[in-house]
């Protein structure tokens, strides 16, 4: 290959990055500037021309006063109640994950295999087909329309994925280790403490990162299992991009849509590299 051909080909590809990356950034700048618009701006200026001035009064509002409904409180109470569901389903997924991949792969019984492939029908059922039973076992629970049960919805919704994340790590894990180790007298829980967990940190971060980001923008179950005092922020943006107004208030709509993303965002930023680094290490062998 000659260095012309292989500079025109380069030249190809980042010309087809540049058009990706016009496509993806073009709608997110459009929110930014928009959200730091008066209302006057956005009547008599130009869809893509740069605000005035840095109006933050609309996330002002968006955060602490603009209506979802008849509730004006804006997406603080939606967000916190985020907050509340996120975190533990997240920590509850990963860890019930990790142990059942770990069994899996390295502790694997009699129809461990067929066990596995039942599970994985979990990572393909769309949840539709569960909101009719999953909203009677809450009720029999005692916790529906509560965060607790969508903490619990959103564990169980994402063990198929946990499991498969881990199991398919783990199986490239040397098994000498795991047998030096049981020769020594060492029983289930001390592997998987002492040997396995520590060796798992790539896979540990791209499923925290993959369940935050599912969980953290869920609409579905937030708006099928949530309370009038558990909504996620999903379902409150939603109520509060439909709230009818005289004036339309698309500053603030857009500041909304903005914090709502933002958790998400600033977690591939700031631990992107950890989660291309997992999957690249979970992809030797499956």
């Not at 783990?170 to 002492?194: C, H, M, Q, S």
């Not at 040997?195 to 969980?215: A, D, E, R, Y």
Request: net charge positive.
């Amino acid at each position: 290959m000659t260095a012309k051909s292989f500079n025109f080909g380069r030249l190809v590809v980042y010309g087809v990055l540049l058009v990706a990356a016009f496509f993806f950034l073009v709608p997110m700048y459009v929110m930014i500037v928009t959200s730091l618009k008066d209302a006057t701006q956005i009547r008599t200026g130009n869809l893509l021309s740069l605000p005035a001035g840095l109006n933050v009064e609309s996330w002002s509002l968006a955060w602490s006063s603009a209506c979802t409904g008849v509730d004006c409180r804006g997406l603080k109470p939606y967000f916190w109640n985020s907050v509340s569901m996120a975190v533990p389903a997240v920590l509850i997924s990963t860890a019930w994950g990790a142990v059942n991949g770990y069994v899996l792969s390295m502790w694997k019984f009699r129809g461990s295999e067929v066990l596995f492939g039942f599970l994985l029908f979990g990572v393909f059922m769309p949840f539709q087909v569960v909101l009719l039973p999953m909203s009677q076992i809450l009720g029999y629970l005692g916790i529906s329309s509560s965060i607790a049960g969508l903490i619990l919805v959103h564990s169980l919704a994402g063990l198929a994925g946990t499991t498969l994340f881990f199991r398919n790590y783990y199986t490239a894990v040397p098994r000498e280790l795991v047998n030096a180790a049981r020769i020594d007298g060492a029983g289930f829980w001390r592997i998987f403490w002492r040997i396995v967990l520590p060796m798992s940190t790539p896979i540990m971060m791209v499923t925290l990162i993959w369940q935050f980001t599912n969980i953290w923008n869920d609409f579905l179950f937030g708006v099928a299992f949530s309370g009038a005092d558990s909504k996620p922020i999903t379902v409150g943006l939603n109520n509060m991009a439909n709230t009818t107004s005289s004036v339309k208030n698309y500053n603030v709509d857009m500041a909304a849509a903005i914090i709502a993303g933002l958790p998400t965002m600033l977690v591939y930023i700031l631990a992107g590299q950890y989660f291309v680094k997992g999957l690249t290490a979970g992809a030797v062998k499956g």
